[in-house]
T-cell receptor, first 112, second 112 residues
Framework: AQSVTQLDSQVPVFEEAPVELRCNYSSSVSVYLFWYVQYPNQGLQLLLK??????LVKGINGFEAEFNKSQTSFHLRKPSVHISDTAEYFCAVRAAGNKLTFGGGTRVLVKP | DVKVTQSSRYLVKRTGEKVFLECVQD?????MFWYRQDPGLGLRLIYF???????EKGDIPEGYSVSREKKERFSLILESASTNQTSMYLCASSLGNREEQYFGPGTRLTVT
């Protein structure tokens, strides 16, 4: 069974500073990778996805992620955060079939 | 825009009651999913369906059942609600294996 580990449960960061959210997965087969964001009292929205091709993936709101097959990682980055980026972020992996496996989530708190 | 709606945002039920959570999507997606979200555990898959009247167990199906009589509607049923089913419930839909899942706003269920 695959698993997804988000190494940080909470990340405080100052406005306009960079942020990196770490995600590692365990799977021996080819995977599809996703990052979702959940704003307070809302459902999840897709930030970006990796299906194939370039390992650097750009998403919405200035976020990007890099797929590293050898390290089985898919870390999310933003060079300069805004107050509005305060949210919970989820990494997810699909190895086969329709099922997604989610990480435990990382809460980002952007401070002024 | 894909829209996934859930029948209630907040629900309070008593132990032993039968509970129905409804989910409707308007994009003719084949796949529909029910997750529960708990702090630190991310999203865990309860059940999913890849076609009308078809269903498959997810990772935590115990205490739940589902119904999919029409393509656009996927219901989650708690036959006899218990306090450990207090959680946020999220519904999602997707078109195919490579496509992302679209999420509803969630139902926060409290069982007292």
């Amino acid at each position: 069974a695959q698993s997804v580990t988000q190494l940080d449960s909470q990340v405080p960061v100052f406005e306009e500073a960079p942020v990196e959210l770490r995600c590692n997965y365990s799977s021996s087969v080819s995977v599809y990778l996703f990052w979702y964001v959940q704003y307070p009292n809302q459902g999840l929205q897709l930030l970006l996805k990796y299906l194939s091709g370039s390992t650097l993936v750009k998403g919405i709101n200035g976020f990007e992620a890099e797929f590293n097959k050898s390290q089985t990682s898919f870390h999310l980055r933003k060079p300069s955060v805004h107050i509005s980026d305060t949210a919970e972020y989820f990494c997810a992996v699909r190895a086969a079939g329709n099922k997604l496996t989610f990480g435990g989530g990382t809460r980002v708190l952007v401070k002024p | 825009d894909v829209k996934v709606t859930q029948s209630s945002r907040y629900l309070v039920k008593r132990t032993g009651e039968k509970v129905f959570l409804e989910c409707v999507q308007d994009m003719d997606h084949e796949n529909m999913f029910w997750y529960r979200q708990d702090p630190g555990l991310g999203l865990r898959l309860i059940y999913f369906s890849y076609d009308v009247k078809m269903k498959e167990k997810g990772d935590i199906p115990e205490g739940y059942s589902v119904s999919r009589e029409k393509k656009e509607r996927f219901s989650l049923i708690l036959e006899s609600a218990s306090t450990n089913q207090t959680s946020m419930y999220l519904c999602a839909s997707s078109l195919g294996n490579r496509e992302e899942q679209y999420f509803g706003p969630g139902t926060r269920l409290t069982v007292t």
